[in-house]
C-alpha cells in the first residue's frame, strides 16, 4: 500500500516534505507521532491522528507512539491563545498509561520487524541539565529560525506596525518546538525514526526537528501532516454539546460514543467515514451511493457508528448501544429494557425529566392515572382526568407496555426495583424513580 495514496484518497493528507515519498518507498520506514498526556484519556480528535500511525504500519512500515511525559510538563503552545496550567509528575504518569493502553488498541504491538512500540521522551529527559540541554541543543537554532514559526507569531499576535498586542509566549513555551526538535533528534539517532507525522497544527514543531537533525548530524528527516478534522463550522471536531467525546468509557459511555457518530450531519459522515475507519475505498463509495439514494435510513452513519464504537471499545458494546438506541425509539420491548443495566438505563434517558416518587406514594396508588397524576405531583399529567383520555387514546406506555385500561391497577414491575419509563404520546419521556 502506499501511505501517501492512501491518506490522499481518504481526504487525511495534507502535506509534507520533498523526498518523504521516495524515502517511503524504498523500503520499512520507521515515524513517529507525539501525543500530549494533558487527560488520561483521548478522545477523537486525537484518534484522526492515530489512524495515521495505522495507516503507516499497514503499508509495511514502523510506527512509534510517543507519549509526552517530559514535553507534557510544558504544554504545546501550538495555536493556543494562553498559557496551559502545569501538570504534577504523578497526574502526567497516571496519564500517560492511560494513553498507551488505548494505542495498544489500534496498533499491532507483535508483528515482527514493523511491530509498534510506545516510548517516553521523560526517559531520556530527566537526567538532562538545563546547561548541558542549552550546550548540546539550544545552540543549534537561532531565536530568527524559532519565532518564524506560526505557532508562536499567532501568540505574540504582531501587527503589521510591529507592535505586540497579544499576553505573549513564556520562555518555557517557547521552548517547546526545541524540546520536541530533540525529540526527532533522540529517536533518530536511537531509533532510526526518519519520519515525523501530525496534525497540521504540528507542522512548526516537526520542521523543527527535522532542521535540528540536519544542523547537528547532517542527517537528512522528513516530515507529513494530516488535515485537522473540523466541523462544519469550521471548529475542532472532537467535541459534544458536553465536552470532548473521549475513548474512555468511563467519561463517555459506548452508548453515548455511538450516538455521537450516528447523528452527524450527512456531509460530516460522508467525509470522516474515510478518516476513522479501515473500510477500502469501494465499500465507502458504495456505502456513500446508498446513503444518497435514502438519506433518512442514514446507512452512512449506521456504518460509521458500527466500525468506530466497535474498534473503540467492543461488539459487545457496539450491540448493546444500538438495542439501547432502538428503546427511543419504539422498537424495544419490555425485555430490552430489563437487559439494561442501570448505567445504561440512565444513560439512554440523560436529558428526560426525571421523576421522584416516593415507595409509599407508588405503592398506594391505586391506578396509573393515580400514579402519573397524583404521586407524580402533576409532572407527567397535571390531572387524572388528562392520563384517563389519553389512556383511552392509547397514548400511553409503560415499560414498553401499552396501558389499555385507564383504571386498572398498579402493577409495573419496577426496572432494578427502582425504575419506570413512562411514554406520554409520541415523543415525551419520563423516567419514574421510586425512592425510600
Not at 80 to 96: D, G, I, P, Y
Not at 99 to 108: A, C, N
Not at 119 to 139: H, I, T
Amino acid at each position: 500500500m502506499n501511505l501517501i495514496e492512501e491518506l490522499r484518497w481518504r481526504g487525511m493528507l495534507h502535506d509534507f516534505m520533498p523526498g518523504t515519498e521516495e524515502q517511503l518507498a524504498s523500503g520499512m520506514t520507521t515515524g513517529y507521532i507525539g501525543f500530549d498526556p494533558t487527560a488520561h484519556s483521548l478522545h477523537i480528535g486525537n484518534l484522526a491522528t492515530i489512524m495515521l500511525l495505522v495507516h503507516l504500519q499497514r503499508a509495511g512500515h514502523k510506527p512509534i507512539a510517543l507519549v509526552g511525559g517530559a514535553t507534557g510538563m510544558i504544554g504545546d503552545p501550538s495555536f493556543k491563545a494562553s498559557e496551559r496550567s502545569m501538570l504534577s509528575e504523578e497526574t502526567l504518569q497516571f496519564n500517560q498509561a492511560g494513553i498507551q493502553k488505548q494505542l495498544e488498541k489500534f496498533l499491532d504491538f507483535d508483528c515482527g520487524a514493523n511491530s509498534a512500540e510506545v516510548v517516553n521522551n521523560y526517559d531520556w529527559m530527566k537526567d538532562f541539565s538545563f546547561l548541558g540541554f542549552l550546550r548540546e541543543v539550544g545552540k543549534h537554532l537561532t531565536v530568527n529560525y524559532m519565532i518564524k514559526k506560526d505557532a508562536v507569531q499567532k501568540r505574540l499576535n504582531v501587527s503589521e506596525e510591529g507592535e505586540g498586542r497579544a499576553e505573549g509566549i513564556s520562555f518555557t513555551e517557547f521552548s517547546y518546538q526545541l524540546l520536541q526538535g530533540y525529540d526527532f533528534y533522540h529517536l533518530y539517532k536511537h531509533k532510526n525514526v526518519l519520519l515525523q507525522m501530525g496534525a497540521s497544527d504540528q507542522w512548526g514543531n516537526i520542521t523543527t526537528g527535522t532542521e535540528l537533525i540536519r544542523r547537528i548530524d547532517g542527517g537528512k528527516a522528513f516530515a507529513l501532516v494530516g488535515k485537522l478534522v473540523t466541523k462544519s463550522d469550521g471548529t475542532k471536531f472532537g467535541k459534544s454539546e458536553g465536552g470532548n467525546v473521549w475513548l474512555d468509557p468511563n467519561l463517555t459511555s459506548p452508548y453515548q460514543f455511538y450516538q455521537f457518530w450516528l447523528n452527524l450531519a450527512d456531509d460530516e459522515a460522508k467525509k470522516l467515514i474515510k478518516v476513522y475507519t479501515l473500510l477500502p475505498q469501494e465499500e465507502i463509495e458504495g456505502l456513500i451511493s446508498q446513503h444518497d439514494e435514502a438519506p433518512h435510513l442514514r446507512t452512512l452513519q449506521k456504518a460509521l457508528a458500527k466500525e468506530v464504537t466497535t474498534r473503540v471499545h467492543s461488539a459487545e458494546d457496539y450491540m448493546a448501544a444500538v438495542e439501547a438506541s432502538e428503546i427511543l425509539f419504539g422498537k424495544g420491548d419490555i425485555n430490552a429494557l430489563k437487559k439494561l443495566s442501570e448505567d445504561l438505563l440512565l444513560t439512554v434517558f440523560e436529558g428526560v425529566p426525571l421523576v421522584s416518587v416516593s415507595r409509599s406514594d407508588f405503592e398506594s396508588a391505586a391506578t396509573v392515572p393515580d400514579l402519573l397524576a397524583d404521586a407524580t405531583q402533576q409532572q407527567v399529567f397535571e390531572s387524572k382526568g388528562e392520563a384517563k383520555r389519553m389512556i383511552q387514546n392509547g397514548g400511553v406506555n409503560i415499560n414498553r407496555q401499552k396501558v389499555s385500561l385507564f383504571d386498572a391497577g398498579n402493577g409495573f414491575e419496577l426496572l432494578h426495583n427502582k425504575y419506570l419509563v413512562v411514554q406520554k404520546g409520541k415523543k415525551n419521556y419520563y423516567l419514574l424513580a421510586v425512592t425510600e
